[in-house]
T-cell receptor
């Protein structure tokens, strides 16, 4: 039973436009959410996070929105750049996550392709 | 500052062979983790160590053992490798305070024939 879901395996966006990546979760005990970016043959790198007490967090071109009632979060990248082409993982942390007290539960990832 | 390092980068084993994946971090982090990533899947937690001297099972611990050798090093052992353990293995660490992001190593690509 997947507790963190990324329903779009891939997303293609034109350079300069907005990229919106979506993530849904089922476990209401999750209280902290993160986005990771991963290039081929490298480890994931942290991008941005949000606590469940907030509904928005912004860092430069990246903004994460959290809708607790819908158990949904999204990552907005504006403007999209060629270097943003990568796989993006949504992850959740919290008590009873099933991954251990401090472990992260990951979605399957969305492959973002930025077209020139 | 090398961050999180993993050795080896690649390994091919035959079914039934054993091996140890090594992980070290130089950030003075308290907590360390082992994940595996399979094609089309997210990362799944195998084991973690919240602090030196403690280890706990994650989501998929069967077939693995771990050792937190000291604060810097956290190893993952496959006693009798199986083809189902073919995967990319990532080690991660975090300071261990609440709500810190995890820092990942570059991964070890393991194939079991």
């Amino acid at each position: 039973d997947q507790q963190v879901k990324q329903n779009s395996p891939s997303l293609s966006v034109q350079e300069g436009r907005i990229s919106i990546l979506n993530c849904d979760y089922t476990n209401s005990m999750f209280d902290y959410f993160l986005w990771y970016k991963k290039y081929p043959a490298e480890g994931p790198t942290f991008l941005i996070s949000i606590s469940s007490i907030k509904d928005k967090n912004e860092d430069g071109r990246f903004t994460v929105f959290l809708n607790k009632s819908a158990k949904h979060l999204s990552l907005h990248i504006v403007p999209s750049q060629p270097g943003d082409s990568a796989v993006y993982f949504c992850a959740a942390s919290g008590p009873y996550s099933g991954g251990g007290a401090d472990g992260l539960t990951f979605g399957k990832g969305t492959h973002l392709i930025i077209q020139p | 500052n090398a961050g999180v390092t993993q050795t080896p980068k690649f390994q091919v084993l035959k079914t039934g062979q054993s091996m140890t994946l090594q992980c070290a971090q130089d950030m003075n982090h308290n907590s360390m983790y082992w994940y595996r990533q399979d094609p089309g899947m997210g990362l799944r937690l195998i084991y973690y160590s919240a602090s030196e001297g403690t280890t706990d099972k994650g989501e998929v611990p069967n077939g693995y053992n771990v050792s937190r050798l000291n604060k810097r090093e956290f190893s993952l052992r496959l006693e009798s490798a199986a083809p189902s353990q073919t995967s990319v293995y990532f080690c991660a660490s975090t300071p261990g305070r609440v709500y810190n992001e995890q820092f990942f190593g570059p991964g070890t690509r393991l194939t079991v024939l």
